[in-house]
T-cell receptor, first 113, second 114 residues
Framework: SQTIHQWPATLVQPVGSPLSLECTVEGTSNPNLYWYRQAAGRGLQLLFY??????ISSEVPQNLSASRPQDRQFILSSKKLLLSDSGFYLCAWSMDRVGNEQFFGPGTRLTVL | AQSVTQLDSQVPVFEEAPVELRCNYSSSVSVYLFWYVQYPNQGLQLLLKYLSGSTLVKGINGFEAEFNKSQTSFHLRKPSVHISDTAEYFCAVSYQTGANNLFFGTGTRLTVIP
């Protein structure tokens, strides 16, 4: 069966510090991968998605970036965090076929102080 | 462009009472429809989805939803809620072509009162 992992589970970082969140998927190959952010009291905002290694599409311009160095690894990064980057970050995967549901990881709670 | 509207940000309901969580969407092309549930500090879990066929879709935990194309709605219902149903519920749509991206509503917080 397929599983998706995210770490760390929680993170507290000062403004201006770098960020690296990691997501890995097991039990499948060539998945579509997604990063979402969920701000307090708001819905999910799609940040990035990837349909293959090295292929990243950005949905929202901001100081975050994403990379996919391996088939089942998706990394969310920032060089300098802003207060507005605080939120709950969710990674998800799906099979590369329209209509397939996305499967979500447990999330990372990021607090920028 | 497509959008998803969940008009009710919070829905309180007594235990064992029925509940309906509303979802409306707008899109110029055909879409697939999903309902997800999120328990506190956890990821999202799929409740049900509509791709084609019968407009009444049954999901996990006793939930069901009905696709109404003329009203562009996909409301979620449960005839009798439990305390454990307290969670955030998200409606989402995806295009029938493209990269299978999901577009989410802002969520409805369901609180079941004992």
């Amino acid at each position: 069966s397929q599983t998706i992992h995210q770490w760390p589970a929680t993170l507290v970082q000062p403004v201006g510090s770098p960020l690296s969140l990691e997501c890995t998927v097991e039990g499948t190959s060539n998945p579509n991968l997604y990063w979402y952010r969920q701000a307090a009291g708001r819905g999910l905002q799609l940040l990035f998605y990837s349909v293959g290694i090295g292929q990243i599409s950005s949905e929202v311009p901001q100081n975050l970036s994403a990379s996919r160095p391996q088939d089942r690894q998706f990394i969310l990064s920032s060089k300098k965090l802003l207060l507005s980057d605080s939120g709950f970050y969710l990674c998800a995967w799906s099979m590369d076929r329209v209509g397939n549901e996305q499967f979500f990881g447990p999330g990372t709670r990021l607090t920028v102080l | 462009a497509q959008s998803v509207t969940q008009l009710d940000s919070q829905v309180p309901v007594f235990e064992e009472a029925p509940v309906e969580l509303r979802c409306n969407y707008s899109s110029s092309v055909s879409v697939y429809l999903f309902w997800y549930v999120q328990y506190p500090n956890q990821g999202l879990q799929l409740l049900l989805k509509y791709l084609s066929g019968s407009t009444l879709v049954k999901g996990i935990n006793g939930f069901e939803a009905e696709f109404n194309k003329s009203q562009t709605s996909f409301h979620l219902r449960k005839p009798s809620v439990h305390i454990s149903d307290t969670a955030e519920y998200f409606c989402a749509v995806s295009y029938q072509t493209g990269a299978n991206n999901l577009f989410f509503g802002t969520g409805t917080r369901l609180t079941v009162i004992p």
